[in-house]
């Protein structure tokens, strides 16, 4: 009996040991693998507030459009120094004014569908846009014709020039042939087709959406990394938030909330930073009779520390702004950087004053930035009363000019057409009452220059205008960032059009 307990326990020690050996075998072939195949497989959560439509030209919120950029591609991304890359497209030429784009897009691309992409996808999405408006409405508003002359040629001719336009050409590409009953604003029966990484899959209704790699994907590494993403719908943000910070989901971005109201306490996570076009300004009313000199303004704009302010209210989700075009964009670098104008006019008739400085208190983070302008107003012994207004009657009283200093934030296009703000033929272009047909030609020149040498040259004047005459007091760009569990590795490269760009680079490495 002994002798067959001795025989069957080393029999299992054989096994313990064969097993060992067959483990270190496999482990040493998977991470020398050149293939990397190591990284494929396994699968990831979104999260998700309750989806109103899987179609994205359409949806409202931004936890819908970051997992569908996954699924949808645009011609172009902008990478962060205003930069554009293409996706669909391999090129695009501008005519020498800057109004008419020639754009070749790719071949071999197919929707997942298995449906051909073409000149006919672009026109038709470009039609979506302007019949069913949408986030992207923006871009065809300048738009005079498109046209496809060719099944990998699409000419687009604008209103009014627009450099580095090919940058606002980032928004999802749909297929030809879709009803209007697809652009529904809560069409629960929306299928998303699009040429991405990603596929849909299936639903759970009210519960989970699920993508899967696609296999056919048409950029050169083939195939994303991980196989499947279970998009889990939560109640609302906060939730989202709190699922994210209990290790329940595995990514989350800054598209609908900055990072620094995100409010985590897990440290489990990796961050993924890009800079953004978020501008936030105080406005100054020119035709206050507290500001109507630029020596007036420029000396009152000097007691704002905009460093401080970014520091203090943003906690690193932002960098501090100059003008309303981040340094470090191609034509806007350290080379043409202007120093600001130094304030020259003396305090004593502010002591007549009591400055109302509105702002949206719908926004925390506006209200936090509120109460530090006033803070540091009055250190510097100039009187300041808030004036907190929900959202809607703030944007009239703006239009309206009813202030004397507000807190502003506006997003800058990609294409950086600063002409929404000081722009004279825009209706709304008086976003601080101020008035000047030498500031529209300069804005004006910024879109008929193409090229780093004649751009640089155009927002050099820009600039120097815009710093002389201090009509605004620039505080910060808000930055934006992507969480990730700290299980998932590779790099994510997040831009100004996706900030879920170079996803195909994550993998699972313990599945």
């Known amino acids: 009996m002994k002798k067959i307990i001795r025989i069957i326990s080393i029999i299992l020690m054989l ?48 936890s819908v459009a970051d997992f569908l950029s996954l699924v949808y591609e645009g011609l172009f991304v902008t990478m962060p120094d205003l930069t554009a890359q293409g996706v669909l497209a391999t090129e695009y030429v501008a005519s020498d004014d800057n109004t008419v784009y020639t754009i070749r897009l790719k071949g071999g691309v197919t929707f997942h569908s298995g449906k051909p992409f073409g000149a006919e996808d672009v026109v038709a999405t470009l039609s979506y846009i302007s019949m069913y408006g949408g986030k992207y409405s923006t871009v065809t508003d300048n738009i005079a014709a498109y046209t496809a002359p060719s099944a990998d040629t699409v000419i687009i001719t604008l209103k009014t020039p627009v450099a580095d336009f090919a940058n606002t050409l980032d928004f999802p590409i749909l297929p030809a042939g879709l009803t209007a009953d697809a652009f529904a604003p809560s069409n629960a029966y929306f299928v998303p087709v699009g040429t991405g990484m990603y596929a849909y899959d299936s639903a759970a209704q009210y519960k989970n959406i699920y993508l899967k790699a696609n296999t056919s994907w048409h950029n050169p590494k083939k195939r994303p990394h991980i196989d499947k993403i279970d998009v889990e719908i939560l109640s609302d943000e906060d939730t989202v938030i709190s699922a994210f910070d209990a290790g329940a989901i595995d990514i989350i971005t800054t598209s609908w909330r900055n990072g620094a109201e995100m409010n985590l306490t897990s440290s489990l996570y990796k961050t993924y930073e890009t800079s953004q076009n978020k501008f ?47 340094e470090g964009v191609y034509f806007n670098t350290d080379d043409n950087k202007l120093a600001k104008s130094e304030a020259t006019a003396d305090d004593e008739n502010k002591e007549d004053y009591i400055l109302m400085l509105l702002y949206n208190s719908s926004s925390k983070t506006k209200e936090r930035l509120a109460l530090a302008l006033k803070h540091r107003l009055s250190m510097a012994v100039v009187k300041a009363e808030l004036d907190p ?22 997003s800058v296009d990609n294409a950086a057409n600063l002409e929404f703000m000081f722009g004279e033929a825009r209706s709304y272009q008086n976003v601080c009452c101020y008035q000047s047909s030498e500031l529209a030609t300069l804005v004006s020149n910024l879109n008929r220059m193409s090229g780093k ?59």
């Not at 999260?47 to 931004?62: A, F, I």
């Not at 207004?389 to 506006?410: I, R, S, T």
């Not at 201090?470 to 700290?486: C, D, E, I, S």
């Open 15 to 62: 096994a313990v040991a064969l097993c060992a050996c067959s483990s270190n075998k496999t482990d040493s072939v998977s991470k020398t693998d050149d293939t990397e195949d190591y990284k494929n497989g396994g699968s990831i959560k979104m999260g998700c507030v309750p989806v109103d439509t899987l179609n994205p030209l359409v949806t409202v919120h931004s």
């Open 280 to 326: 936030t300004f105080m406005g100054i009313n020119t035709a206050s009779a507290a500001f109507d000199t630029s020596e007036e303004r420029r000396a009152f704009a000097g007691k704002i520390d905009a460093e401080k302010l970014c520091d203090d209210i943003m906690l690193g989700s932002a960098e501090v702004a100059r003008s309303p075009v981040r």
């Open 389 to 410: 207004q929900p959202f809607e009657m703030y944007l009239a009283k703006v239009a309206n000019c009813e202030y004397d200093l507000y807190v502003g934030e506006v």
């Open 453 to 511: 040498e004649h751009k640089s040259v155009a927002w050099e004047n820009f600039e120097k205008y815009y710093y002389d005459n201090a009509f605004q007091v620039p505080l910060y760009f808000t930055k934006g960032a992507v969480y990730v569990n700290k299980t998932i590795s590779g790099d994510l490269k997040p831009n100004l059009s996706s900030m879920l760009y170079g996803f195909e680079e994550l993998y699972i490495e313990n599945k």
